[in-house]
T-cell receptor, first 116, second 114 residues
Framework: AQKVTQAQTEISVVEKEDVTLDCVYE???????LFWYKQPPSGELVFLIR??????QNEISGRYSWNFQKSTSSFNFTITASQVVDSAVYFC?????????????FGSGTKLNVKP | EAQVTQNPRYLITVTGKKLTVTCSQN?????MSWYRQDPGLGLRQIYY???????DKGDVPEGYKVSRKEKRNFPLILESPSPNQTSLYFC?????????????FGDGTRLSIL
């Protein structure tokens, strides 16, 4: 069975702190995609990144970075020097080749509170 | 402006009264999908559609129907709504390269079934 676990329900940090959001996934498939989405308080869902299972390179985009490790089935997300605007719920998700990547499996989300 | 439009945004209704939530996208996307979001459970996929007249079940399809008669529209139908379908619903779409492409989400529809 496929599963995405975001064990951190809620995290609170003070502005300018670094914070890492954990994502652990389970699948026996060897071909899959992983995603991160952001849901700010306004409610819309915003795509942040996708990574396929054959690309374990870490990625950095401004203050955001992602660490993909197949050995530990993890796809963690780090925000450096957090800002109040980063306050949101963040979701990790998985799609599988065997379903033609049509089925999405989302984690339960991590709510990040960044205090000024 | 590229967007996914859901209507209504909010609805309070009663058990058993059929309702339809509409979803329309203006990006000529092949792939569309419906999700529900519940506290502690994240988003769960209800149905998805790879193209016109092609739909399939997601993780939680029970109690829902969909149709894809036109490329731009993907309505979600609750034939006989029950209180356990009270939730926040999102429609999403993505390009023909596949849903592994970034999905564009609507703003959500909050349904309350009394």
């Amino acid at each position: 069975a496929q599963k995405v676990t975001q064990a951190q329900t809620e995290i609170s940090v003070v502005e300018k702190e670094d914070v890492t959001l954990d994502c652990v996934y389970e699948t026996r498939d060897t071909t899959y995609y992983l995603f991160w989405y952001k849901q700010p308080p306004s409610g819309e869902l915003v795509f942040l990144i996708r990574r396929n299972s054959f690309d374990e390179q870490n990625e950095i985009s401004g203050r955001y970075s992602w660490n993909f490790q197949k050995s530990t089935s993890s796809f963690n997300f780090t925000i450096t020097a957090s800002q109040v605007v980063d306050s949101a719920v963040y979701f990790c998700a998985l799609t599988l080749f065997k379903y033609n990547f049509n089925k999405f499996y989302f984690g339960s989300g991590t709510k990040l509170n960044v205090k000024p | 402006e590229a967007q996914v439009t859901q209507n209504p945004r909010y609805l309070i209704t009663v058990t058993g009264k059929k309702l339809t939530v509409t979803c329309s996208q203006n990006m000529n996307h092949e792939y569309m999908s419906w999700y529900r979001q519940d506290p502690g459970l994240g988003l769960r996929q209800i149905y998805y559609s790879m193209n016109v007249e092609v739909t399939d079940k997601g993780d939680v399809p029970e109690g829902y129907k969909v149709s894809r008669k036109e490329k731009r529209n993907f309505p979600l139908i609750l034939e006989s709504p029950s209180p356990n379908q009270t939730s926040l619903y999102f429609c999403a779409s993505s390009t023909s390269e596949g849903p592994n492409q970034p999905q564009h989400f609507g703003d959500g529809t909050r349904l309350s079934i009394l």
